[in-house]
């Protein structure tokens, strides 16, 4: 069995599409795509698909990640290709990598986000961030399964910062742009909490729902303070292509390789 670890996207009108939405139109991409996919056992066998970290709905990715079990090896590039030919506009595979190395969803520990807040000056997101930033504790309030829930929307922020204004942006109109690096912990803080957390320290309440987008997940790297690429290991594992008498790689097909 080959496992294939991907990354892909949710972009546009798209980023309204729930978990349940995309689950649906990937597994009708591997049908169409013909994949040779392992099925799970029992009286209701389906696709052995690894979600890991789903965004929440409404929210824009350039950075989700799931894992696909074959029974047959296939070349990741070309798995890509295929699978994107059969997915709509705005759920893009944008990298395909063999599993060589356990625990991805252990390599997802932290997030990149950012928030596009129309109609909030820049000079007034800043004000609000350093507030934010400046305080030990933001209580935030969201509501659960068993009704509202308190909890700590500051601990989790490793950095919250207002970007400077945008060449390419309209000057006529205040749009603040914060990019947001957070922790995945229980419970999970997410951008929109960290938002609440905006308004309960500095009453900073955008008059249009925030546009927000994960640009990336991964491991956190304490010492540089950076979100590293968890596919990055599986891509280091892989074995050196092998060399001609001349020194140059030769790129060679898994055994059994061919075409979905």
Not at 183 to 211: E, Q
Not at 239 to 257: D, I, L, S
Request: with cysteine; hydrophobic share 45%; charged share 25%.
């Amino acid at each position: 069995m080959q496992r294939i670890r991907l990354r892909y996207t949710k972009r546009g009108r798209l980023r309204f599409t729930s978990h349940r939405d995309f689950q649906r139109a990937f597994e009708r991409a591997l049908r169409r795509s013909e994949v040779p996919m392992a099925y799970s056992a029992g009286f209701t066998p389906h696709p052995k698909v690894s979600y890991a970290n789903a965004a929440p709905t409404g929210t824009g990715s350039e950075a989700e990640f799931l894992e696909i079990a074959l029974t047959e090896a296939r070349d990741p590039a070309v798995l890509r290709d295929l699978l994107n030919d059969s997915l709509p506009d705005g759920l893009d595979i944008t990298d395909a990598v063999e599993a060589r190395t356990p625990g991805l969803a252990d390599r997802l520990t932290a997030s990149v986000w950012e928030l596009r807040l129309d109609g909030v000056a820049v000079a007034d997101a800043a004000a609000a961030v350093a507030a934010f930033n400046g305080a030990e504790t933001v209580e935030v309030q969201r509501r659960a399964k068993n009704g509202m829930r308190t909890f700590d929307a500051r601990a989790a922020v490793v950095d919250l910062r207002a970007l400077d204004p945008q060449a390419d942006r309209p000057g006529d109109k205040p749009c603040a742009i914060l990019r947001l690096v957070v922790r995945h912990v229980t419970p999970a803080v997410r951008p929109d909490d960290v938002l609440s957390g905006l308004h309960v320290v500095a009453d900073l309440a955008p008059p249009v729902p925030a546009a927000v987008t994960r640009l990336a997940q991964g491991l956190f790297d304490e010492e540089s303070g950076t979100v590293t690429d968890p596919l990055a290991p599986d891509r280091e594992a892989a074995p050196a292509a092998p060399q001609t008498a001349a020194g140059t790689a030769v790129a060679t097909a898994p055994e059994g390789a061919g075409s979905a």
